[in-house]
């Protein structure tokens, strides 16, 4: 019942900057806390950035400095900026929010995933 598609991924030099999007769709009512998570090849999905509703960030101490999640309340869109990428960095990225429906069912969803690639 509803729906997370990101953007933005691609292919960036080491160093450069990269901003992903996650937007929801769907009969929401609230959205509660979101995140951004990734998965390289041969490995396990490992979260990246959270954002709980009351406005508290956690990142992962990989990213710490580099990536800043925010929100679009507005929109039921949010976002992941990545700066000075690194070629660590490399993996499919996936968005995910929970929250409530607008007949007040709960929701936990996950994009489809978006290739981030940096080239050294």
Sequence with gaps: QVQLVE?????????G????????????RVINAM???????GQQR??????ATGGST?????????????????KNTFYLQMNSLKPEDTAVYYCN???????????DSWGQGIQVTVSS
């Design 58 to 74: 956690n990142y992962a101490d990989s990213v710490k400095g580099r990536f800043t999640i925010s929100r679009d309340n507005a």
């Design 17 to 28: 900057s990269l901003r992903l999007s996650c937007a929801a769709s769907g009969r929401i």
């Design 97 to 107: 929010a929970n929250g409530r429906t607008t007949t007040w069912r709960s929701f």
């Design 35 to 41: 995140g951004w998570y990734r998965q390289a090849p």
């Design 46 to 51: 490992d979260m990246v950035a959270s954002l």
């Design 7 to 15: 953007s933005g991924g691609g292919l960036v030099q080491a160093g």
